[in-house]
């Protein structure tokens, strides 16, 4: 390699580390950053590298936000970007860690420390350090403190910090009264910010807050709401319900997870840490102590099963046009009935849910013949009113070439709200605690658990029409309205026969 080669090299590597923060930590740190970076550290190092004053970040639990406030503060220092920076953690000793990480790599990562020349300074303890830019020949002052240490009128050599980092500042005990969490926000979203350097005078100036959800009024949420703040959510699983890392966990393993919050009865929580999302309990119509769950069905024949099916109509132009966002999804639901011989108590089964977004007839159809196949269903249930009519035509054609027959009873749908139909029909079920669901039907549990706070309610709907009418079937009654119609039938008349 000719002389100064390597130089040239390792010049055009900063340049292109300076617009690429992710390439920056996987080249600079290969000890912190093991994995490949998922889509949402992009997002979260667009955001950190961006214009913006003022970002939040309200990441799930385990997605890695401490690291890359390190590596951020790392890229800020690296490139003299701040002359004085403030980390804010729950506690000093919180803090603390980061300001330590940062003086192990002035000290021991000589591929960063010498590439931007960087060494300690005349401080270099662990709540407070110098680092000292040899290229821009400044001191660069890093500050550890707590929530509720000395935050307000920081000023170092006549320079207020030009960034705030907030890491986690709140855990279940100050958040929670309405008392502490006005207090904490009151920290955060005033003095604190207020500390920050003036754009005038540091233009690059930022304030990061980052936290796990804990609470619907807690901070997080409400630099969530207020316009002022540049804020993102990242749940751990993405749109379209694939786990947002999958180098660090598979969907399968995640979903497996989540199932066992489930059976514990723990989705809020789940739902809360994971996928940041709060369910109140004052706001759903459903209560998630009677939902009962089923590991093993009893015996095929002694189930009486009902479809449904909550259909979606072809796209307006409109909604092809904007890819289907915001559309409704066709949903098929199978739910069993099945009464105890001793006891005659009753106990209904949701077998299986099929959803899909947007409108697919030969979908329809297929899983249509699939769940047939499946269940041997007593009969489907579909509205007979505007597109459910077109539907129930399809599937009774199609039955009619394959051979394969089972009765759809089409039904005109009340007058009252759908809100009121579901409700009614779910909660009388869930009432006498007779309602069981899989663990793995994870999307019908939260549904149940939110509602009516759903973005979407057709798998919710279309179980709670299967509900109803399992949940009113009556074997008796059943066997005498078949009998009744027998009595209509003609007798059978063969000219010839025997008598």
Not at 357 to 371: A, Q, V, Y
Not at 448 to 459: K, L
């Amino acid at each position: 390699m000719e002389p100064g080669h390597e130089q040239v090299q390792m010049s055009e590597m900063v340049q292109l580390c300076a617009v690429d923060s992710g390439l920056y930590g996987e080249f600079f740190f290969p000890k912190t950053v093991r994995q490949k970076s998922p889509p949402f550290h992009r997002l979260m190092d667009e955001k950190l590298d961006g214009p913006s004053r003022q970002v939040s970040f309200m990441v799930f639990r385990g997605g890695a936000k401490t690291t890359k406030v390190r590596l951020y503060l790392s890229k800020r220092i690296a490139y003299g970007i701040s002359r004085t920076i403030m980390l804010v953690g729950k506690s000093q000793d919180h803090s603390r860690r980061s300001v330590e990480w940062l003086m192990k790599q002035v000290e021991y990562n000589r591929l960063w420390a010498q590439t931007f020349q960087l060494r300690k300074g005349d401080k270099w303890a662990g709540e407070e350090i110098e680092i000292y830019h040899g290229a821009e020949d400044i001191p660069i002052r890093v500050i550890a403190v707590g929530i509720t240490g000395s935050t307000r009128g920081v000023n170092v050599d006549d320079y207020r910090p030009d960034l705030i980092v907030i890491d986690d500042p709140c855990d279940e005990e100050n958040t929670a009264t309405q008392e502490q969490r006005t207090k904490t926000e009151d920290l955060i979203l005033g003095s604190l910010k207020n500390s920050l350097a003036p754009a005038s005078e540091a233009p690059r100036a930022k304030i990061v807050l980052l936290q796990t959800l804990l609470h619907p009024s807690d901070v997080i949420s409400a630099s969530d709401s207020d316009p002022s703040w540049d804020s993102v959510r990242i749940s751990i699983f993405d749109a379209n319900g694939e786990s947002a890392w999958p180098e660090r966990w598979t969907t399968e393993t995640l979903k497996k997870e989540k199932e066992g919050y489930v059976v514990r009865g723990k989705l809020a929580l789940w739902s809360r840490e994971m996928e940041c999302k709060i369910v109140s309990g004052e706001l759903s119509a459903f209560r998630m102590d009677l939902v009962q769950y089923w590991e093993v069905l009893p015996d095929r024949d002694e189930l009486v099963v009902f479809l449904s099916v909550d259909p979606v109509p072809p796209p307006s132009e409109k909604a092809l046009m904007n890819g289907l966002k915001g559309n409704d999804s066709e949903a098929w639901a199978a739910v069993g009935v099945w009464i105890d011989p001793y006891s005659g108590v009753k106990k209904v089964y949701v077998l299986e849910t099929r959803v899909m977004k947007g409108h697919d007839p030969d979908w329809s159809i297929k899983t249509f013949f699939e769940m047939l196949d499946t269940w041997h269903p007593l009969r489907v249930k579909v509205e007979s009113v505007a597109y459910q009519r077109t539907l129930k035509w399809l599937l009774e054609r199609a039955m009619r070439a394959k051979g394969k027959y089972v009765m759809i009873d089409d039904h005109i749908p009340e007058r009252r709200k759908k809100t009121y139909r579901i409700i009614d029909s779910l909660g009388a079920c869930l009432g006498e605690r007779q309602l069981f669901l899989h663990p793995s039907q994870s999307s019908l549990v939260e549904a149940i658990q939110d509602y009516p706070n759903v973005s979407h309610d057709d798998e919710i709907e279309a179980v709670a029409v299967a509900v109803q009418e399992a949940f009113s079937w009556n074997g008796s009654t059943q066997i005498s309205n078949v009998i009744e119609a027998e009595k209509s039938y003609p007798d059978l008349f063969l000219p010839e026969a025997c008598p």
